[in-house]
Structure formats: C-alpha cells, structure tokens
C-alpha cells in the first residue's frame, strides 16, 4: 500500500483552545488548559463499566479534530517488510476483539503524595482512572500485515520496538506531537490484548477519549495509551520523546530536581497493585451519635494482567482486619469470557454494616494474585513527579455526615 504524506489525513492537533468538546459538568477540573478532570469517587464506583462523560480526562494539549472520517488514514512503518497505510474502513473489516480493562493515570492519587512533600504534576485525586470495553482490531493482527509475526521479540530488520505518535500539539514536545512505545514482544503478543481501539462502551471513540483511533495498552499506565494515534513505527529503540525519557519514571525518595538523572531509570509501564475506597451511612438519625454504623465500597486493581486476590479492611489502626466482598464482574457484549486471560480490569468491592467510633481512619489495602501487597505509607514511595502513589489508602471519618448517603 502506498503511503501518504502525513498531512493527507485530515486528522489535526489545533494549537488552541477554542474547538474544545463539551464535557460533564460534574467532573472536578484539575486544569482547565490542556483539559485535566476526574469524576467524584462516589460517582467513579456506581458501576463496574465507566459511563464516557465519567472516565477521567487526561490531555497534554488542545483536542484534536477530523471532520470527515473518510479521510483517516493510520499509518505503519520503520523496521518493517511491509509499510501499511490503512484506512479507517479497513481497520473495521480486521477481525474485532472486545477488552474490558482499566486505564490508570500514573499520577492517579498524587495529592496524597504532595501532603508529604511537594510533587511536580497535575493534582489528581483518587479517580484518575476508568474501566471500559474497548472494541477493536489487535496490534498484534495487524503487525503480521506488516510481515512481523505474532510473539516476535526483533523484525527481520532489526526492530525491537513499536512506536506510537499522536497528532497533538504538546507543550513539553515543543510542540510536537504525544508518543510513546512498548517493546516489540509485547506488541506482537496476542495474549498481552493491546488494540487499535476505534469504539468505547460499543460507541465510537468521542474526541476526548482519542477519535478517531487509538492504542489501549491494558495493564500498563494510561500515558502509553496513546490517543488521535497517526502513526505506528518500528523502530531498534525505544521512543526517544519527552513522555518516555524525562517524564513518568519512578525515583526513590532521596531523588529531587537537583540531583535527577533521567537516563538511570526505564519508562514506566505495569502499574502495582492499587485500591481505593469510600463509605457512606446507610441509616443515620441521632445527629451525635457515637457508634456508627458504616457501609464502604471502593475498587482495587493490579497491572500487568494480575488479578485481585482479596481487599482488607481495619477500623482500629491494622490491628484487625476484615476482607471485603468482591462485586460481580460485568462482561460487556462480544467480550472474550476465558477465565484463564490476563485480568486487565478493576475489582469493585464492599462491606456492609461495619460499626466504627469516629473519629478514626479506616484502612484498606489489597493484595493481587502474585501476592503483591500495597506499601504501608507514602512516604516509602514519595517520589518527585508524584507517581505510583499506592500506599493504604485511609479513610477519614472525623463525625457523622448531616444527611443520609446511598453507595
């Protein structure tokens, strides 16, 4: 197939703000240029599959546009046999897979961490993050039109690496464009579920979630995700931008701006094991009431295609705890329902009639199936960009609330 220049695809990254989509009034604006906003936590655990207007929006700049998807065209090259240009129309005749999982910010709970310390990054709360079913075609299928086989670690021409390139306009790329790569071996993995994803929830991509197309990499930080995707290449080394070898890498704690050294540590990808949680009263009439009765429900998540083992909840400081209940898992139609795949989605989990005496902070913790358990605090993980935050989570409850609240 020929390839166009990169211009012939009517996909654009504007350089402005003023052909911003609308979004939910509801979500917590964290900033508004480029657009940065999560749902409340009591919103983000209503369900198991994340309404589109409530998963979390991360943007590096202005949302761009396609007017006419006829126009698209995705182009794949590099260290390949055979460079593609594949149109949208193609891409939806390739056969289509379904993935629910989870997309998590890296900075998802970073406020936590600049209570500790000063952290650089946006300031998100506890629900930067989503779970979804995305449609389409796998990385790996298409790759093999390209003549790199399934499960295949180097092309025959030295490729090691598969690269993904936005068309937005980025800040910190001096205003180039977003990307970011994963090694070939796990591109070429049909196991390992990446997609060119062209619909969310069995709709359409809208622009926020990256219309027309883009790559879902499950189990790894949302930032390899890369959204408005134009082109793929194969490439002998990792992406050499900004979001790859200055950004989204985790430092110890004695690490700060004076002292970093970027090129000393690899570009994040699997995220640990993390839970969160909240509560709410189901009956509540004495406005002084010394015993509560409590009710708490969160979710909790591990990357890399682990499961959750269990949930553990302690109302008197970890001395005791309790496991909570795991909610049923929703299969979203056209979902592959093997019981042996990697588990790339959250667990949402609850405990009912709890009594506690406030004040008091609850704790919660989760364990995956590798028994990987969350650090006690987060000062055992500060780091200076504020990532990875997935200490306990702890649940103040300083008096009961004026008025009765449902989960």
């Not at 990169?6 to 989509?21: A, I, M, V």
């Not at 000063?118 to 300031?123: A, E, N, P, S, T």
């Not at 194969?234 to 050294?261: A, L």
């Amino acid at each position: 197939m020929e390839i166009p220049e990169r211009n012939k695809s009517k996909l654009r990254g504007p350089k402005t703000y003023e052909e911003e989509p609308r979004r939910d009034p509801s979500l917590q604006i964290n900033s508004k240029e480029p657009f940065n906003a999560e749902p409340s936590p009591f919103a983000l655990s209503r369900s198991y599959i994340t309404p589109e207007d409530k998963f979390y929006k991360r943007n590096h700049g202005p949302i761009p546009v396609l007017m006419e998807p006829s126009t698209y065209h995705l182009v794949l090259t590099g260290l390949v046999e055979k460079p593609l240009s594949l149109s949208l129309e193609y891409l939806r005749q390739l056969p289509k897979h379904v993935v629910t999982a989870t997309l998590q910010c890296a900075g998802n709970r970073r406020t936590e961490m600049s209570t500790r310390r000063k952290v650089k990054g946006v300031g998100w709360g506890a629900a930067a993050l989503g779970t979804a079913a995305w449609g389409g075609a796998r990385l790996s299928d298409v790759l093999t039109l390209a003549g790199v086989p399934h499960c295949t670690r180097v092309t025959t021409l030295g490729g090691r690496h598969v690269e993904f390139v936005s068309c937005d306009v980025c800040k910190e790329e001096e205003g180039g464009p977003y990307k970011a790569s994963v090694p070939l071996l796990h591109a070429t993995t049909p196991e390992a579920d990446i997609l060119l994803a062209y619909e969310m929830n069995g709709k359409d991509l809208n622009r926020d979630h990256g219309f027309p197309l883009r790559v879902v990499v499950p189990g790894v930080i949302g930032a390899r995700s890369v959204k408005w995707l134009e082109t793929i290449t194969v490439s002998e080394f990792e992406c050499q931008g900004f979001f790859m070898q200055k950004d989204y890498k985790m430092f110890p704690p004695s690490i700060d701006w004076h002292n970093i050294d970027w090129q000393s540590r690899c570009p994040l990808m699997d995220f640990p094991v993390q839970n969160c949680g909240r509560w709410s009263v189901p009956v509540f009439k004495a406005p002084r009431l010394v015993v509560l009765q409590v009710n708490f429900r969160g979710y909790a998540l591990a990357g890399g295609g682990r499961g959750i083992e269990r949930v553990d909840l302690s109302v008197d400081g970890g001395k005791t705890w309790l496991e909570a209940v795991r909610l049923p898992r929703e299969h979203f139609p056209g979902e592959d329902h093997d019981p042996q795949r990697p588990n790339w989605a959250w667990v949402l989990w609850e405990l009912k009639y709890i009594k506690i005496f406030p004040p008091v902070d609850v704790i919660v913790k989760a364990v995956d199936s590798a028994s990987n358990v969350q650090p006690q605090s987060v000062d055992e993980i500060w780091n200076l960009r504020g990532v990875l935050n997935n200490s306990w989570h702890r649940i103040h409850i300083l008096a009961p609330p004026p008025l009765v609240s449902n989960l």
